[in-house]
């Protein structure tokens, strides 16, 4: 979501010509509602496509989410439509209700959008989400089983299981280098985010280069060059990686008046 602002509002803001930082705040502020509002729709247009109600609110906006995340290169809304439709085919041939094998099959990888418990493998927190927005027992045991992460009580486990290996396993589907290239961008940033006193971090350059905003009120100015170098050390020790990356950190001080 965060990069599909970005192309947004960088497009916006070449096409325009106006780049100061004033601007570009006012453009990703917009830009952020567009998405967010892009989202919502996505998934109710998903979930009317396949014949899906009555799912909350809230599942409907992460189901909206996942056109903008993918699994080992493959987009994780075309993923969960595919694992829908072949769940609802493979009930029907075995005489149970589609309906309901098209929902779980939809709903099985809702716990890989959201950011809250990264601990938990995604089954168990899609089961989880299922749960908390009232999904009846066998969907959510469904989501919950499809890894053999907990036991298989629902009728409907196997098949998402199945169809979710049909969907990722057929030719040129998955791309494992562009997940591990993305892994590789995140673990850089959450390490950044691990000291106290920073506030944003942003991996560029494909990764050679760190981005670290530090809060103006909580580091000084003597600290940042201390903490630039201890980021790099602790990227030395615990990554692997290309070449070399280079840690900027940056304090900004901002005094705002108005003159009335």
Do not use: W
């Not at 996942?66 to 829908?84: D, F, I, V």
């Not at 909580?218 to 060059?225: A, F, N, S």
């Amino acid at each position: 979501v965060r990069r599909e602002i970005a192309r947004l509002a960088l497009h916006q803001l070449v096409s325009d010509g106006r780049i100061h930082p004033a601007r570009i705040e006012e453009v990703v502020s917009k830009v952020r509602k567009q998405v967010e509002e892009e989202i919502i729709e996505t998934g109710k247009r998903t979930t009317i496509d396949l014949g899906v109600h009555g799912l909350h609110p809230e599942l409907i906006r992460i189901i909206g989410k996942m056109k903008y995340r993918s699994s080992y290169g493959q987009n994780l809304l075309q993923h969960a439509r595919e694992t829908a439709n072949l769940c609802a085919v493979m009930a029907s041939e075995l005489g149970l209700n589609p309906k309901k094998a098209k929902r779980a099959g939809l709903l099985h990888d809702i716990g890989k959008v959201p950011d809250e418990e990264p601990e938990l493998p995604h089954a168990l927190l899609g089961m989880k989400l299922a749960e908390r927005y009232k999904e009846k027992p066998d969907i959510c045991n469904a989501i919950g089983a499809h890894h053999d992460e907990t036991e298989m009580a629902s009728l409907f486990a196997p098949i998402v299981q199945v169809c979710d290996a049909i969907s990722g396993a057929r030719p040129g589907a998955r791309r494992e280098i562009v997940e591990a290239y993305i892994k590789r961008l995140n673990d850089l940033e959450q390490l950044a985010m691990s000291y106290p006193g920073v506030t944003k971090t942003y991996a560029i350059q494909a990764g050679r280069e760190l981005r670290v905003i530090v809060g103006a009120d909580k580091i000084d100015d003597k600290q940042t060059e201390s903490l630039s170098g201890e980021i790099a050390k602790k990227i030395q020790d615990e990554m692997t990686y290309p070449g070399q990356v280079k840690i900027t950190v940056i304090r900004e001080t901002r005094a705002v008046s108005f003159a009335k």
